[in-house]
């Protein structure tokens, strides 16, 4: 479908990292007029700050990422659990308190959270980034049922091997034993593109896909379903 974004005003935040170029690229491709932040979002007023700036919004892409802690679970200290949180899970709240009455006002929108697989499927040394990752889906399948009758939809990616710079650096792309661990663990045998998950969050974000509500998507390659 050739620019199905076509008049819709899109907030992507957190828009240097993580998926946030390759989306405001696809994006941009399909019509979109973007709202790029790059605010950081773990002060309390800062989700609303970021909305207010941004005027009217038909979608919100929260777009959030950290450097994934690799603690193991007994040692894992308050700290670094709530700043986990504080980053990937406290913003979304704020974020849809001061979207929502706005997009209710135009008789709609869209919110799709760019998630993680890594609350899918156990992963060692991963407990706070898995937990924090998971609360996020289950914060999206429970307001997506609630604002799904308000004509909102809400749905969240949850990716992992995916091409993008927060995860998965050119250092990390051109260990060998990457290549490897991808043979083994992948069975699509590669990375996801950024394009190819951007092309599937721009329909998501378009009209074509109203129907979907509260729901997780798995895009990582079959990491999560074998």
Not at 24 to 51: D, H, K, M, N, Y
Not at 86 to 91: E, F, I, K, N, R
Not at 182 to 198: F, I, M, N, Q, T
Request: hydrophobic share 50%.
């Amino acid at each position: 479908m050739s620019r199905m974004l076509e008049g819709k005003r899109i907030l992507v935040t957190q828009a240097g990292d993580f998926m946030g170029p390759a989306l405001c690229e696809a994006f941009a491709a399909q019509g979109a007029t973007l709202i790029a932040s790059t605010a950081a979002l773990s002060a309390p007023e800062a989700a609303g700050e970021v909305i207010a700036a941004a005027g009217p919004v038909d979608v919100l892409v929260a777009n959030l990422a950290i450097a994934a802690p690799s603690t193991p679970a007994v040692d894992v200290g308050d700290d670094e659990w709530r700043s986990t949180f504080a980053a990937l899970v406290d913003p979304l709240p704020r974020l849809v308190r001061a979207v929502v009455p706005g997009m209710l006002a135009r008789g709609g929108g869209k919110i799709l959270v760019m998630g993680s697989a890594a609350a899918l499927r156990g992963m060692r040394r991963a407990s706070t980034y898995s937990a924090a990752r998971g609360a996020q889906l289950a914060y999206v399948q429970a307001i997506g049922v609630e604002l799904a009758p308000r004509n909102i939809q809400v749905n969240a990616i949850a990716q992992n091997f995916v091409d993008n710079p927060t995860y998965f650096p050119p250092a990390v792309q051109q260990d060998p034993r990457f290549h490897d661990r991808l043979k083994r663990e992948v069975p699509l045998g590669r990375l996801v593109s950024a394009g190819e998950d951007a092309a599937f969050a721009a329909y998501l974000c378009s009209d074509a896909a109203d129907c979907f509500v509260g729901q997780v998507f798995p895009v990582c390659g079959g990491w999560a379903i074998r």
